[in-house]
């Protein structure tokens, strides 16, 4: 039997000591383990998960308690004490006993016996004390109180009071701390009844699974800790795929519906292949997808999801995004443009995002970003489309970038709105559209829709 608090303490020393990510970590493990319990495996996630999601706050109530600083700790100490915090403050179906007590078995068992009073003695006084617990002052400094509640940097808060005002940016924050469920893409042209027999299959798992108002093809997953494991997954039933990812392949419009037009579609940094196999879908039997990315890593999982979905029309090949191919000059009927961003947007989903970003890498990406599409407007037709996207919140790699795009380029804003859900369709009507967690039913993502000029 495995220990499932010791295997959450591994993981999060992998992401929180030694850098690793953690959505590549949970995943490593969840599937070495896949033979444990599902409640183990639901209890591993979520410790980890939570533990990073909420880690501000927690090392500011072990500060407010334990005579040694959390940056003073010993590295597995430190990282004990952080997940046993998460379970005292969050988890209300553990009881606080149990808590301390394998805290206290896991330091013996890792080399820290001598420790075991020290760690003992703050998680107890935390747990008598939790309703006691003292938080910054909203009104005395704000970006402090919502830095600690909502567990993300003073920097970001200020960011984002500075480009959304400060409602919007509280709306933002809260949205990445709302439940984030999966959502799926299924496979075009599925029967209602193997629909109906895949829901069925996955609530008997005790898997909630629900339409989604954005597209007719997406569902949202509640209840599931391993993709893979899941009915029609080996099939080629569904993709996991953000419905605004989702929109950003219907925003290219006219073009995948055009008869009697073999159509050409590039998409430029497309791991894992989600919208280059939306796209394979829309325009099967009239045209084809080339699916590129950076490296061979990336690359083959493009490739594992060409097979696995059963998609034909979908060549992947490695190509940096910065060099320009000749052969591609003008071929082009749609250029997709989802680029390397700062993922802000993705971090409810991938929590160690926040921890890691600076403002320095937000520049250099935005600088990236330019670089390429310097490059890869080429191979868009005369009248054809170029779907810029991100998964981050950031005027400057959005709404800025767009702008700067079209001022140097001969392309021109097209309104998204005609392929939007009713909900979006107005605030589409520019040809950009900024989606924000907690406000639209989706990741933070963004959308432009630019058509390149001439005939």
């Not at 990073?52 to 700790?73: G, N, W």
Request: proline share 4%; glycine share 8%.
């Amino acid at each position: 039997m495995e220990n499932v608090r010791e295997l959450a303490l591994d993981m999060l020393m992998e992401v929180l000591e030694k850098g690793k990510y953690s959505h590549l970590v949970i995943r490593s493990v969840l599937e070495k383990y896949n033979y444990i319990d599902v409640r183990d495996k639901a209890f591993i996630k979520r410790v980890v998960e939570g533990t990073l999601e909420q880690l501000i706050r927690i090392d500011y109530v072990l500060d407010q308690f334990s005579k040694v600083p959390v940056r003073k700790m010993k590295p597995l100490i430190r990282t004990l004490m952080r997940l046993s915090v998460y379970q005292l403050l969050f988890m209300d179906q553990v009881p606080d006993g149990a808590v301390c007590n394998e805290a206290v078995k896991l330091a013996g068992k890792r080399g820290f016996k001598g420790l075991s009073g020290f760690v003992n003695g703050v998680l107890r006084n935390i747990a008598r004390n939790r309703e006691n617990i003292r938080y910054p002052d909203r009104s005395a400094d704000r970006a402090k109180a919502l830095s600690v509640r909502y567990s993300m940097p003073e920097w970001l808060i200020g960011f984002w009071d500075q480009a959304y005002g400060e409602e919007r940016t509280e709306e933002i924050v809260k949205g990445l701390l709302a439940e984030h469920p999966v959502t799926v893409r299924m496979r075009a042209g599925l029967s209602k009844e193997k629909l109906e027999e895949w829901i069925q299959d996955l609530s008997e798992r005790k898997i909630q699974v629900q339409s989604h108002g954005y597209h007719a093809q997406a569902f949202t997953l509640r209840g599931t800790e391993g993709i893979q494991n899941l009915p029609g997954y080996g099939d080629g039933l569904f993709m996991v795929q953000d419905v605004s990812s989702m929109l950003a392949v219907e925003a290219a419009g006219p073009y995948l519906f055009q008869e009697d037009k073999e159509l050409c579609v590039v998409d430029v940094c497309a791991a894992p292949g989600g919208k280059s196999l939306h796209m394979a879908e829309k325009i099967s039997g009239r045209g084809t997808v080339l699916s590129r990315d950076l490296t061979e890593n990336k690359v083959s999982l493009i490739r594992d999801n060409i097979d696995r979905m059963g998609i034909s029309n979908v060549t992947a090949r490695v190509w940096d995004a910065l060099l320009f191919d000749e052969n591609l000059l003008e071929k082009a009927d749609v250029v997709l443009a989802d680029l390397p961003c700062s993922g802000l947007g993705v971090m409810g989903k991938k929590r160690d995002i926040k921890y890691r970003i600076t403002r320095k890498a937000m520049e250099e990406l935005a600088d990236l970003q330019r670089r390429i599409l310097d490059v890869v407007w080429k191979y868009v037709k005369p009248g054809g489309i170029l779907i810029y996207s991100t998964c981050t919140i950031n005027p400057e790699e959005n709404e800025q970038m767009a702008d700067w795009f079209v001022q140097n380029h001969p392309f021109e804003f097209q309104s998204l709105s005609p392929y939007l859900p009713d909900p979006l369709k107005e605030q589409g009507a520019s040809g950009r559209l900024q989606f924000f967690p907690g406000i639209q039913e989706s990741d933070g993502f963004f959308i432009a829709r630019l058509v390149r000029k001439g005939k």
